[in-house]
Antibody, heavy 116, light 106 residues
Framework: EVQLVESGGDLVKPGGSLRLSCAASGFTFSNAWMFWVRQAPGKGLEWVGRIKSNTDGGTTDYAAPVKGRFTISRDDSKNTLYLQMNSLKTEDTALYYC???????WGQGTLVTVSS | DNQMTQSPSSLSASVGDRVTMTCRTSQSIGKNLNWYQQKPGKAPKLLISAASSLQSGVPSRFSGSGSGTDFTLTISSLQPEDFATYFCLQIYTVPLTFGGGTKVEV
């Protein structure tokens, strides 16, 4: 059974940092291009970024609102995806999902609240 | 960026109705479009990939069509469990872009 389990969400002050994790199981994680998607409370879905598999170069792409502040990485030995978030803003408040987009697998999300 | 316009933003329907919603992209994306269903408090569920390919386990009352810049999701006979919000997503190019969603209400 495929599982994606996010963790690390928390309440953080503006300007602060947070690292989210996504533990994957049930599929060959090292082959997967992985994505982060977020959803602000009561709003629609927003693509945050992606990381290719290491065999495809392991490169990353980011949405404009987070570029330069967020970093996606992966540890294939631990089947884990990460999202390092720095210089957080109130508008980053959202439920953050990791997703294996091409096969339609999503985690349950982890909530990040940025507030003073 | 490839802008995505989804319409309507909400619609009111009854069980048994035929429901249609559309997504329009600002640039051609071929058939590189997915449709998702999301219920409150739940992660999105992939219904249709590649514009018209029904995912395993998704009822056949759901169908997708279109290519290029115009895409449609149709529910042929709305069931009680279909009341939800639906999103389209273009996966042709980064940044990936979602439609704003269509909320299907009673």
């Amino acid at each position: 059974e495929v599982q994606l389990v996010e963790s690390g969400g928390d309440l953080v002050k503006p300007g602060g940092s947070l690292r989210l994790s996504c533990a994957a199981s049930g599929f060959t994680f090292s082959n997967a291009w992985m994505f982060w998607v977020r959803q602000a409370p009561g709003k629609g879905l927003e693509w945050v970024g992606r990381i290719k598999s290491n065999t495809d170069g392991g490169t990353t792409d980011y949405a404009a609102p987070v570029k330069g502040r967020f970093t996606i990485s992966r540890d294939d030995s631990k089947n884990t995806l990460y999202l390092q978030m720095n210089s957080l803003k109130t508008e980053d408040t959202a439920l953050y999902y990791c997703t294996y987009l091409s096969l339609g697998y999503w985690g349950q999300g982890t909530l990040v609240t940025v507030s003073s | 960026d490839n802008q995505m316009t989804q319409s309507p933003s909400s619609l009111s329907a009854s069980v048994g109705d035929r429901v249609t919603m559309t997504c329009r992209t600002s640039q051609s994306i071929g058939k590189n479009l997915n449709w998702y269903q999301q219920k409150p408090g739940k992660a999105p569920k992939l219904l249709i990939s590649a514009a018209s390919s029904l995912q395993s386990g998704v009822p056949s009352r759901f169908s997708g069509s279109g290519s290029g810049t115009d895409f449609t999701l149709t529910i042929s006979s709305l069931q009680p469990e279909d009341f939800a919000t639906y999103f389209c997503l273009q996966i042709y190019t980064v940044p990936l872009t979602f439609g704003g969603g269509t909320k299907v209400e009673v």
